[in-house]
Protein backbone atom coordinates (compact mmCIF):
# COMPACT_ATOMS: atom_id res chain seq x y z
CA UNK A 1 0.00 0.00 0.00
CA UNK A 2 1.65 3.41 -0.73
CA UNK A 3 0.62 6.04 0.93
CA UNK A 4 1.08 9.96 1.46
CA UNK A 5 0.43 12.29 4.86
CA UNK A 6 -0.77 15.86 4.38
CA UNK A 7 -0.32 17.70 7.16
CA UNK A 8 1.27 20.96 8.49
CA UNK A 9 2.54 20.55 11.39
CA UNK A 10 5.90 18.67 11.52
CA UNK A 11 5.17 17.02 15.22
CA UNK A 12 2.11 15.69 14.35
CA UNK A 13 3.81 14.15 10.83
CA UNK A 14 6.39 12.66 11.96
CA UNK A 15 4.35 11.06 14.68
CA UNK A 16 1.71 9.72 12.46
CA UNK A 17 4.08 8.29 9.95
CA UNK A 18 5.85 6.45 13.19
CA UNK A 19 2.84 4.92 13.89
CA UNK A 20 2.14 4.21 10.45
CA UNK A 21 5.41 2.45 10.10
CA UNK A 22 4.85 0.15 13.43
CA UNK A 23 1.33 -0.48 12.44
CA UNK A 24 2.48 -1.35 8.70
CA UNK A 25 6.09 -1.63 7.74
CA UNK A 26 5.19 -2.87 4.34
CA UNK A 27 3.39 0.14 3.69
CA UNK A 28 5.35 2.60 1.58
CA UNK A 29 4.89 6.88 1.69
CA UNK A 30 5.61 7.99 -1.71
CA UNK A 31 5.25 11.69 -0.64
CA UNK A 32 4.50 14.63 2.36
CA UNK A 33 3.32 17.64 2.00
CA UNK A 34 2.65 20.44 4.36
CA UNK A 35 0.33 23.33 2.07
CA UNK A 36 -2.37 22.79 -0.26
CA UNK A 37 -0.59 24.02 -3.54
CA UNK A 38 2.08 21.00 -2.71
CA UNK A 39 -0.41 18.61 -2.14
CA UNK A 40 -2.29 19.75 -5.68
CA UNK A 41 1.23 19.31 -7.77
CA UNK A 42 1.77 15.95 -6.09
CA UNK A 43 -1.52 14.66 -7.10
CA UNK A 44 -1.32 15.41 -10.41
CA UNK A 45 2.00 14.04 -10.97
CA UNK A 46 3.30 10.67 -11.72
CA UNK A 47 3.06 10.04 -8.10
CA UNK A 48 -0.18 7.28 -7.23
CA UNK A 49 -1.10 6.74 -3.64
CA UNK A 50 -3.06 4.32 -2.42
CA UNK A 51 -3.91 6.00 0.48
CA UNK A 52 -4.12 9.56 1.74
CA UNK A 53 -3.92 10.84 5.43
CA UNK A 54 -4.63 14.06 5.44
CA UNK A 55 -5.06 17.15 7.63
CA UNK A 56 -8.24 19.98 7.45
CA UNK A 57 -6.21 22.93 7.90
CA UNK A 58 -3.18 23.41 6.18
CA UNK A 59 -0.73 26.29 6.27
CA UNK A 60 -1.65 28.10 3.14
CA UNK A 61 -5.44 27.03 2.74
CA UNK A 62 -8.60 24.55 3.38
CA UNK A 63 -7.76 21.40 2.49
CA UNK A 64 -10.88 21.30 0.53
CA UNK A 65 -9.54 23.47 -1.93
CA UNK A 66 -7.52 20.33 -3.05
CA UNK A 67 -10.81 18.93 -4.29
CA UNK A 68 -11.93 22.04 -6.21
CA UNK A 69 -8.68 21.09 -8.28
CA UNK A 70 -7.62 17.39 -8.48
CA UNK A 71 -10.45 14.74 -8.58
CA UNK A 72 -9.49 12.44 -5.59
CA UNK A 73 -10.44 8.60 -6.29
CA UNK A 74 -8.41 7.52 -3.48
CA UNK A 75 -9.58 6.82 0.27
CA UNK A 76 -8.86 9.38 2.76
CA UNK A 77 -8.47 9.21 6.76
CA UNK A 78 -8.65 12.84 8.12
CA UNK A 79 -6.39 13.42 10.69
CA UNK A 80 -7.48 16.63 12.73
CA UNK A 81 -8.34 18.78 15.21
CA UNK A 82 -11.55 20.44 14.21
CA UNK A 83 -14.39 17.59 14.59
CA UNK A 84 -16.81 20.91 12.39
CA UNK A 85 -15.64 19.34 9.25
CA UNK A 86 -16.99 15.85 9.74
CA UNK A 87 -19.99 15.95 7.70
CA UNK A 88 -18.34 17.88 4.95
CA UNK A 89 -15.13 15.47 5.11
CA UNK A 90 -17.95 12.23 3.90
CA UNK A 91 -18.84 14.73 0.85
CA UNK A 92 -15.42 13.62 -0.49
CA UNK A 93 -13.49 9.88 -0.61
CA UNK A 94 -13.40 9.45 3.26
CA UNK A 95 -12.80 6.54 5.38
CA UNK A 96 -12.29 7.55 8.56
CA UNK A 97 -12.04 10.96 10.59
CA UNK A 98 -9.90 10.98 13.31
CA UNK A 99 -9.27 13.67 15.89
CA UNK A 100 -6.30 14.94 17.47
CA UNK A 101 -4.36 13.66 19.63
CA UNK A 102 -4.50 10.68 17.60
CA UNK A 103 -4.47 7.22 18.98
CA UNK A 104 -2.87 3.98 17.55
CA UNK A 105 -6.02 1.58 18.14
CA UNK A 106 -8.05 4.31 16.26
CA UNK A 107 -5.48 4.63 13.34
CA UNK A 108 -5.50 1.24 13.19
CA UNK A 109 -9.06 0.18 13.05
CA UNK A 110 -9.52 3.45 10.22
CA UNK A 111 -6.50 1.09 8.40
CA UNK A 112 -8.44 -2.22 9.24
CA UNK A 113 -11.33 -0.52 7.42
CA UNK A 114 -9.47 -0.02 4.28
CA UNK A 115 -8.00 -3.06 4.14
CA UNK A 116 -11.26 -5.01 4.34
CA UNK A 117 -12.46 -3.13 1.42
CA UNK A 118 -12.20 -5.64 -1.74
CA UNK A 119 -9.64 -3.86 -4.49
CA UNK A 120 -11.11 -4.85 -7.25
CA UNK A 121 -14.73 -3.65 -6.81
CA UNK A 122 -15.15 -0.40 -7.11
CA UNK A 123 -16.43 1.72 -3.95
CA UNK A 124 -18.21 4.88 -3.76
CA UNK A 125 -16.66 6.19 -0.42
CA UNK A 126 -19.49 8.83 -0.68
CA UNK A 127 -21.70 6.24 0.30
CA UNK A 128 -19.38 4.90 3.56
CA UNK A 129 -19.92 8.24 5.15
CA UNK A 130 -22.93 8.01 7.38
CA UNK A 131 -21.37 5.21 8.80
CA UNK A 132 -18.60 6.10 9.52
CA UNK A 133 -19.42 9.73 11.07
CA UNK A 134 -21.72 7.17 13.10
CA UNK A 135 -18.32 5.63 14.18
CA UNK A 136 -16.14 8.37 14.35
CA UNK A 137 -18.01 10.85 16.95
CA UNK A 138 -16.07 12.91 19.00
CA UNK A 139 -12.91 11.52 20.60
CA UNK A 140 -12.28 14.18 23.36
CA UNK A 141 -14.00 16.75 25.06
CA UNK A 142 -13.17 19.53 26.77
CA UNK A 143 -13.03 20.31 30.07
CA UNK A 144 -12.07 23.07 32.78
CA UNK A 145 -9.76 22.51 35.44
CA UNK A 146 -9.96 26.64 37.50
CA UNK A 147 -9.07 29.18 34.63
CA UNK A 148 -7.77 26.42 32.17
CA UNK A 149 -9.34 24.83 29.30
CA UNK A 150 -7.91 21.01 28.67
CA UNK A 151 -8.96 17.76 26.76
CA UNK A 152 -9.54 14.50 27.92
CA UNK A 153 -10.11 11.55 25.83
CA UNK A 154 -13.87 10.33 25.33
CA UNK A 155 -12.30 6.61 26.58
CA UNK A 156 -11.58 8.18 29.84
CA UNK A 157 -14.48 8.82 30.38
CA UNK A 158 -16.63 6.75 32.65
CA UNK A 159 -19.79 8.96 32.79
CA UNK A 160 -21.35 12.20 32.13
CA UNK A 161 -23.59 13.45 34.70
CA UNK A 162 -25.85 16.99 34.97
CA UNK A 163 -25.44 18.96 38.15
CA UNK A 164 -27.82 22.20 38.11
CA UNK A 165 -26.43 24.75 35.81
CA UNK A 166 -23.56 21.96 34.32
CA UNK A 167 -22.74 18.84 32.68
CA UNK A 168 -19.95 17.31 34.75
CA UNK A 169 -17.67 14.07 32.91
CA UNK A 170 -16.50 11.76 35.70
CA UNK A 171 -12.98 9.80 34.78
CA UNK A 172 -12.14 6.43 35.28
CA UNK A 173 -10.05 7.76 37.74
CA UNK A 174 -12.28 9.15 40.06
CA UNK A 175 -11.95 12.69 39.13
CA UNK A 176 -14.81 15.05 38.27
CA UNK A 177 -14.74 17.94 35.72
CA UNK A 178 -16.90 20.72 34.64
CA UNK A 179 -17.47 20.84 30.64
CA UNK A 180 -18.37 23.02 28.25
CA UNK A 181 -21.86 21.36 27.36
CA UNK A 182 -25.24 22.71 28.49
CA UNK A 183 -27.42 19.32 28.43
CA UNK A 184 -27.12 15.76 28.48
CA UNK A 185 -28.50 16.30 24.44
CA UNK A 186 -25.54 18.09 23.58
CA UNK A 187 -23.88 14.53 25.10
CA UNK A 188 -26.07 12.57 23.49
CA UNK A 189 -25.28 13.84 20.13
CA UNK A 190 -21.36 13.51 19.77
CA UNK A 191 -20.68 10.00 21.84
CA UNK A 192 -20.26 6.83 20.35
CA UNK A 193 -23.61 4.94 20.81
CA UNK A 194 -22.01 1.90 20.90
CA UNK A 195 -20.18 3.34 24.38
CA UNK A 196 -22.20 5.24 26.01
CA UNK A 197 -25.82 5.35 27.08
CA UNK A 198 -28.83 7.39 28.65
CA UNK A 199 -29.70 5.50 31.76
CA UNK A 200 -31.43 8.18 33.95
CA UNK A 201 -32.57 11.79 33.61
CA UNK A 202 -28.88 13.19 34.81
CA UNK A 203 -26.28 10.15 33.63
CA UNK A 204 -24.69 9.32 30.51
CA UNK A 205 -23.04 6.10 31.28
CA UNK A 206 -19.37 4.45 29.34
CA UNK A 207 -20.65 0.42 28.93
CA UNK A 208 -17.05 -0.38 30.61
CA UNK A 209 -17.63 1.91 33.74
CA UNK A 210 -20.34 -0.82 34.75
CA UNK A 211 -19.35 -3.12 37.27
CA UNK A 212 -23.01 -4.79 37.86
CA UNK A 213 -26.20 -4.68 36.89
CA UNK A 214 -29.44 -5.73 39.65
CA UNK A 215 -33.10 -6.24 38.85
CA UNK A 216 -35.03 -3.53 41.19
CA UNK A 217 -38.54 -2.78 42.65
CA UNK A 218 -40.89 -1.71 40.05
CA UNK A 219 -39.41 -3.54 37.23
CA UNK A 220 -36.75 -1.09 37.55
CA UNK A 221 -32.49 -1.72 37.77
CA UNK A 222 -29.90 -0.39 39.98
CA UNK A 223 -26.85 -0.49 38.05
CA UNK A 224 -23.05 0.17 39.96
CA UNK A 225 -20.32 2.29 37.95
CA UNK A 226 -17.21 2.02 39.03
CA UNK A 227 -14.62 5.15 39.17
CA UNK A 228 -11.30 4.23 40.55
CA UNK A 229 -11.80 3.49 44.36
CA UNK A 230 -15.15 4.82 43.87
CA UNK A 231 -18.76 4.14 43.46
CA UNK A 232 -22.10 4.81 42.15
CA UNK A 233 -25.66 3.22 42.49
CA UNK A 234 -28.16 4.86 39.53
CA UNK A 235 -31.99 3.20 39.10
CA UNK A 236 -33.23 2.87 35.34
CA UNK A 237 -36.40 3.64 35.15
CA UNK A 238 -39.05 0.67 34.05
CA UNK A 239 -39.46 3.21 30.93
CA UNK A 240 -35.75 2.90 30.20
CA UNK A 241 -35.07 -0.72 31.26
CA UNK A 242 -35.50 -2.63 28.13
CA UNK A 243 -33.50 0.17 26.19
CA UNK A 244 -30.55 -0.17 28.05
CA UNK A 245 -30.61 -3.80 28.21
CA UNK A 246 -30.65 -3.91 24.36
CA UNK A 247 -27.59 -1.95 24.70
CA UNK A 248 -25.63 -3.44 27.11
CA UNK A 249 -26.24 -6.60 25.42
CA UNK A 250 -25.31 -5.04 21.97
Not at 221 to 228: E, S
Request: glycine share 2%; hydrophobic share 40%; aromatic share 10%.
Amino acid sequence: MKYAIIEDEQIAMQNLDQMIRQLRPHYQKIFQTDTAEETIKSLMSDLKPDLLFMDIELSDANCFTIFEKVDVKVPIIFTTAYDEYAIKAFTVNSIDYLLKPISKDNLLRAIEKIESLSINTPIDYRKLGPEVFQRSKRQCILITIGDKYTYVNMADVAYFEREEKYVCAVLFNGKKYITDFLNLSEVEAIVNPDDFCLISRSIIVNIQAISSVYKWFNNRLKVTITCGDNTEEILVSSARRKIFLDWLGG
